[in-house]
């Protein structure tokens, strides 16, 4: 069981990461122009962040690796 919990978090982690930076534009169009809107963005950094490191395992993202 332990493993297949691994697999999924690098799975969720992997897919949050790469989808993530979706959730800069609403902040981009905006603007940051205050410090909460700039906290807002810093902490969507760090969830990007966060989850990419968490999802590097993820098998999908070996995949260019094995076919170069």
């Known amino acids: ?3 297949h919990l691994g697999s999924v978090v690098s799975a969720l982690g992997f897919w949050v ?3 993530f930076p979706i ?3 609403p902040v981009f169009v905006a603007g940051i122009d ?3 809107r700039l906290s807002l963005f ?3 950094v760090t969830i990007n962040v966060l989850a ?3 999802g ?6 070996r ?3 094995q076919r170069g």
Do not use: I, K, Q, R
Request: charged letters at 5%.
């Open 1 to 3: 069981m332990p493993t």
């Open 52 to 54: 990419l490191v968490v």
């Open 42 to 44: 810093l902490g969507l």
């Open 23 to 25: 959730a800069y534009l």
């Open 34 to 36: 205050s410090p909460g």
């Open 56 to 61: 590097h395992d993820y098998p999908a993202s």
């Open 63 to 65: 995949a260019n690796e």
């Open 17 to 19: 990461g790469a989808l």
